[in-house]
Nanobody, 123 residues
Framework: QVQLVESGGGLVQVGGSLRLSCAASGRRFGSYSMGWFRQAPGKEREFVAATSWSGGSSYYADSVKGRFTISRDNAKNTVGLQMNSLKAEDTAVYYC????????????????WGQGTLVTVSS
């Protein structure tokens, strides 16, 4: 079992930056691929970024490529999401999630989820 707790959300202006962090508890954190998803009001949850169990591979949604960077530290059981050049459309609740296997793009293939952290980008 893995428990995930996100932090780092808040209010930022367009063009600003935020860093989200997800702390994991439980064993075998290094065995899981980790992903970040987001859900804006009235919209479905969407994939943002993912990293393989080792951190050696990373994947991004086209909408955030070049602006967001996912990273993980298996020694500290954490995964981060550095968000730069934020846009109003990045406003959403951001969730981290863990999967043992499956498509990193599909939310329904992640087993464990955090409670989410709200990011609001104001213009």
């Amino acid at each position: 079992q893995v428990q995930l707790v996100e932090s780092g959300g808040g209010l930022v202006q367009v063009g600003g930056s935020l860093r989200l962090s997800c702390a994991a508890s439980g064993r075998r954190f290094g065995s899981y691929s980790m992903g970040w998803f987001r859900q804006a009001p009235g919209k479905e949850r969407e994939f943002v970024a993912a990293t393989s169990w080792s951190g050696g591979s990373s994947y991004y949604a086209d909408s955030v490529k070049g602006r967001f960077t996912i990273s993980r530290d298996n020694a500290k059981n954490t995964v981060g999401l550095q968000m730069n050049s934020l846009k109003a459309e990045d406003t959403a609740v951001y969730y981290c999630a863990a999967q043992y296997s499956g498509s990193y793009l599909r939310a329904d293939e992640y087993t464990y989820w955090g409670q989410g952290t709200l990011v609001t980008v104001s213009s």
